[in-house]
């Protein structure tokens, strides 16, 4: 099939149409006479009653764009929508961070009403509290340690007044109840005598946060090594690449929430907060990666399309 043929059957459907101008139909008709399959294919055209092109084949590529550009549409709302949760978490763990209170005379009250409960009420610039209690068989003792802090979220959009924290007391234990300032310093005895207990202690911070760290990056090493191995298995690659983002959003997450500070009073809270956050993470990257692979090959495209 020639060059011409490829012309002459794409003005067809208008000379069937007489939908052409004389010149036009002056040069299909010079082409008709020599051609034999050309003549063969009007028939076909002239046998049907109306003809219709071949509307299946024209459409499937044109379908085949807009699922491609909706389901691109889609993946850069989920990735927008994504990180703007992102930003949205870490903003509100940073405004409610606990900033811990050291000991002062006017920042508690602790009153034995003699009727089996001891009462601590704080200040009012006292948003939240925790209260541990631990229990020593040899001695028979009782020890509460409090902690109180604020955050930049209560200060400016919370009031909650008053706290109080009610311990049980029976008159026959023996009570002690301790303030943990949280910042390096002794704990302060707030109730009860220290006769059986060392007259220096300090609540220290957890480093829950270091060894996760750690660990998620060997995981990337060792991936990173297996990719390297394996870089030829592309079925295998293909799930390494998949996984590696894993420790590498937990790190991302680690850096964003904590900076390089892997010390914590509030291990629970700021472990949570930054596994939600790589959870999130491994989303964005795992959307942003798609959507670049995507538009890598489609400037690919382009380019193979404008070499000669």
Same mark, same amino acid.
């Given at each position: 099939?020639?060059?011409?043929?490829?012309?002459?059957?794409?003005?067809?459907?208008?000379?069937?149409?007489?939908?052409?101008?004389?010149?036009?139909?002056?040069?299909?008709?010079?082409?008709?006479?020599?051609?034999?399959?050309?003549? $063969?294919?009007?028939?076909?055209?002239?046998?049907?009653?109306?003809?219709?092109?071949?509307?299946?084949?024209?459409?499937?590529?044109l379908k085949r764009i807009k699922k491609d550009?909706?389901?691109?549409?889609?993946?850069?709302?989920?990735?927008? $929508?994504?990180?703007?949760?992102?930003?949205?978490?870490?903003?509100?763990?940073?405004?409610?961070?606990?900033?811990?209170?050291?000991?002062?005379?006017?920042?508690?009250?602790?009153?034995?009403?003699?009727?089996?409960?001891?009462?601590?009420?704080?200040?009012?610039?006292?948003?939240?509290?925790?209260?541990?209690?631990? @229990?020593?068989?040899?001695?028979?003792?009782?020890?509460?340690?409090?902690?109180?802090?604020?955050?930049?979220?209560?200060?400016?959009?919370?009031?909650?007044?008053?706290?109080?924290?009610?311990?049980?007391?029976?008159?026959?234990?023996?009570?002690?109840?301790?303030?943990?300032?949280?910042?390096?310093?002794?704990?302060?005895?707030?109730?009860?005598?220290?006769?059986?207990?060392?007259?220096?202690?300090?609540?220290?911070?957890?480093?829950?946060?270091?060894?996760?760290?750690?660990?998620?990056?060997?995981?990337?090493?060792?991936?990173?090594?297996?990719?390297?191995?394996?870089?030829?298995?592309?079925?295998?690659?293909?799930?390494?690449?998949?996984?590696?983002?894993?420790?590498?959003?937990?790190?991302?997450?680690?850096?964003?929430?904590?900076?390089?500070?892997?010390?914590?009073?509030?291990?629970?809270?700021?472990?949570?907060?930054?596994?939600?956050?790589?959870?999130?993470? @491994?989303?964005?990257?795992?959307?942003?990666?798609?959507?670049?692979?995507?538009?890598?090959?489609?400037?690919?495209?382009?380019?193979?399309?404008?070499?000669?």
């Amino acid at each position: 099939m020639s060059n011409q043929c490829n012309l002459i059957k794409d003005i067809l459907p208008l000379y069937v149409e007489d939908m052409v101008s004389a010149d036009t139909q002056e040069f299909v008709n010079a082409h008709l006479e020599q051609c034999a399959e050309c003549r $063969a294919e009007l028939e076909r055209m002239r046998g049907s009653t109306k003809f219709v092109p071949n509307i299946d084949t024209d459409i499937v590529p044109l379908k085949r764009i807009k699922k491609d550009l909706f389901i691109r549409r889609l993946q850069t709302i989920f990735f927008t $929508a994504i990180v703007a949760c992102v930003v949205a978490i870490i903003a509100f763990g940073v405004l409610t961070s606990p900033a811990f209170f050291p000991y002062s005379d006017d920042l508690l009250n602790v009153v034995d009403n003699h009727s089996g409960e001891i009462i601590v009420t704080f200040d009012d610039r006292v948003t939240g509290y925790t209260c541990t209690k631990e @229990y020593y068989e040899e001695t028979g003792s009782e020890v509460y340690r409090l902690n109180a802090w604020t955050t930049t979220w209560d200060l400016y959009f919370s009031n909650r007044g008053n706290q109080n924290v009610v311990i049980p007391s029976n008159g026959e234990s023996n009570i002690q109840i301790f303030f943990t300032q949280n910042n390096g310093s002794e704990d302060v005895l707030i109730y009860g005598e220290n006769n059986n207990l060392p007259q220096a202690v300090i609540t220290l911070p957890r480093q829950i946060l270091l060894p996760y760290f750690l660990l998620a990056a060997l995981a990337l090493i060792v991936l990173a090594c297996l990719r390297l191995i394996l870089r030829n298995k592309n079925a295998l690659v293909v799930w390494i690449d998949r996984i590696i983002l894993f420790p590498i959003s937990y790190m991302a997450a680690q850096l964003c929430t904590k900076g390089i500070n892997f010390t914590t009073y509030s291990s629970q809270r700021d472990f949570c907060l930054i596994v939600l956050v790589a959870i999130l993470f @491994y989303f964005a990257l795992l959307t942003g990666k798609s959507l670049y692979q995507k538009k890598k090959a489609s400037m690919n495209t382009e380019r193979f399309k404008e070499q000669p």
